[in-house]
């Protein structure tokens, strides 16, 4: 069993920058790929980030190539979303993943635990 929970959301201007945390609890974190995932209102949970069990492998949506990066402390049991030249279109929950596969993945279905969410919300 794998808990998650993330923070660092917030309201920020366009153009700014974000990090989120998301904190794993559970044996299994170091061999768990990892994901963050945004839903905006009325559409669907979309894949931004996901990244091996190592760290030395990472995927993103289109979207947010050369923006964001997603990276692991498996140490500290946390993976990380640094989030630059932020857009209002990025406005979203963003979720936490993780999955028992050490292969990376942005399809929401191939995941087996979710966070409760963090509102990130970009101001034009």
């Known amino acids: 069993q794998v808990q998650l929970v993330e923070s660092g959301g917030g309201l920020v201007q366009a153009g700014g920058s974000l990090r989120l945390s998301c904190a794993a609890s559970?044996?299994?974190?170091?061999?768990?790929?990892m994901g963050w995932f945004r839903q905006a209102p009325g559409k669907e949970r979309e894949g931004v980030a996901s990244?091996?069990?190592?760290?030395?492998?990472?995927g993103y949506v289109d979207s947010v190539k050369g923006r964001f990066t997603i990276s692991r402390d498996n140490a500290k049991n946390t993976v990380y979303l640094q989030m630059n030249s932020l857009k209002p279109e990025d406005t979203a929950v963003y979720y936490c993943?993780?999955?028992?596969?050490?292969?990376?993945?942005?399809?929401?279905?191939?995941?087996?635990?979710w966070g409760q969410g963090t509102q990130v919300t970009v101001s034009s």
């Open positions: 993943a993780s999955r028992n596969s050490i292969y990376y993945t942005l399809k929401k279905n191939d995941y087996d635990y």
């Open positions: 559970g044996r299994t974190f170091s061999r768990n790929a």
């Open positions: 990244i091996n069990w190592s760290g030395g492998t990472t």
